[in-house]
């Protein structure tokens, strides 16, 4: 996903070790800026006035497989938009569409073109599906060594569906290696037939750095902060609207803080406005940030409230770790992976609003419970989180699945 700062923070922690990396941008967004070091290639129709003359007839061939396309690392001219005739296809649960020309014909062609040693594949539905067609589509010809990382809920949660668990089960038999950032999902991984090598268990969102994350971590106290970040994603995953439930039975006990709601989705914005209106709480929307602006947020904060039904390591809840904010998680989320339940945070059913109050309002009160918390969190993120670290043990992920390649080889 080319337009993903996790994408992005991976791509980075590559710099330096001397691979000519590539990506194939999965959609026609824009590329985000934190993107470097990775050659981009976007699609391009090269257009004909015979060829454009049958397309406008509708008698034009299909384009995934006509010679007109082609594929160069190249942002596509706003004025050629007009020439792209879509044909849209399902890839994932929430209706997400890709158009004809980012499809599975258009990156093979690219696989062909480049040869590379290694295709990595992160996330399943919109990425992980793509390569597996493309690779049914290279057929006897053969394909590179794939490598396959699960994100989020691709696993966890699209398993439960059938026309999903079709499509995963093809991704992992397909699959040459198959990584992951949750103990939990190699597990699911196994249960659905994938028996070849399991790479490290290593979060995806590259770690941070820990000069930074000491500097503003040491401002405030953790126990003395007034504020309270939540997780402001309502969709097929997020419960943010549970989340607010909760404060609004808390409401007493946050008298005298500061609420602020990040990555809100749209249902968010009545609600927060309900709660500001009726019980005078001070509650804000935070629609964008940058990653420094959010750790910032996170040093002065208290408490961090993630409520979801499925996930895989929450970033923002490790980045609350990182900074001395007291986290509140849902189990969903690979939570017991990193915090203990009543020690360094608090585990919570995602269904269960009261269940959450009474864990915010313990995180209020409970001043030892949080600086103890902050304690322990800091050590762990220092074990696990360093990026100086984390990108040493990238590069021997990388080496373990490229042993075999003409690239390790040479």
């Not at 090269?46 to 509708?58: E, Q, T």
């Not at 991704?171 to 992951?180: E, I, K, Q, R, T």
């Not at 950032?181 to 597990?187: A, H, L, M, P, T």
């Not at 990193?338 to 919570?348: N, T």
Request: glycine share 6%; hydrophobic share 45%.
């Amino acid at each position: 996903m080319h337009n993903s700062p996790h994408t992005a923070r991976w791509i980075n922690l590559l710099a330096g070790f001397g691979w000519d990396l590539h990506l194939f941008a999965i959609n026609e967004a824009a590329t985000i800026p934190l993107l470097s070091g990775v050659t981009v290639h976007r699609p391009i129709w090269r257009v004909s006035p015979r060829h454009l003359l049958a397309r406008l007839r509708g008698r034009a061939r299909d384009l995934a497989g006509c010679p007109e396309v082609g594929i160069y690392p190249l942002r596509m001219p706003a004025k050629l938009e007009f020439l792209l005739v879509r044909k849209q296809f399902s890839l994932g649960a929430d209706g997400a569409t890709r158009p004809l020309l980012y499809g599975p014909r258009t990156l093979l062609r690219l696989i062909e073109d480049l040869k590379p040693d290694l295709i990595h594949s992160m996330e399943f539905q919109h990425c992980g599906y793509l390569v597996a067609q493309a690779k049914a589509l290279a057929g006897t010809r053969g394909f590179p060594p794939w490598l396959v990382t699960n994100w989020g809920s691709d696993i966890y949660y699209y398993r439960h569906f059938s026309d999903h668990l079709q499509r995963i089960r093809e991704v992992l038999s397909g699959a040459d290696f198959y990584s992951c950032e949750c103990e939990r999902d190699v597990g699911l991984a196994r249960e659905l037939g994938f028996d070849k090598k399991v790479l490290p268990v290593l979060p995806n969102t590259g770690g941070f750095d820990l000069t930074f994350v000491d500097r503003w971590r040491e401002v405030h106290p953790p126990a003395q902060r007034r504020l309270v970040m939540v997780k402001g994603y309502q969709h097929f995953a997020g419960r943010a609207l549970t989340a607010l439930d909760a404060l609004e039975r808390c409401a007493q006990d946050l008298k005298g803080y500061r609420i602020v709601i990040f990555s809100p989705s749209q249902p968010i914005y009545e609600r927060v406005n309900e709660l500001q209106q009726w019980l005078g709480l001070d509650i804000v929307v935070l629609p964008h940030a940058t990653h420094d602006a959010m750790l910032r947020l996170f040093a002065r904060a208290r408490l961090y409230i993630g409520i979801s039904i499925s996930d895989a390591i929450s970033t923002s809840m490790l980045e609350a770790m990182a900074l001395g904010c007291f986290p509140i998680q849902t189990g969903t989320a690979c939570a017991d992976e990193w915090i203990e339940d009543g020690v360094s945070g608090l585990i919570v059913d995602p269904d269960a609003p009261q269940v959450i109050a009474e864990a915010i309002r313990r995180a209020l009160r409970d001043d030892a419970l949080v600086e103890q918390a902050a304690v322990i969190n800091c050590a762990t993120v220092r074990a696990r989180l360093d990026q100086d670290q984390l990108r040493k043990q990238v590069r021997l992920f990388y080496d373990s699945a490229l042993e075999n390649s003409p690239l390790a080889q040479g």
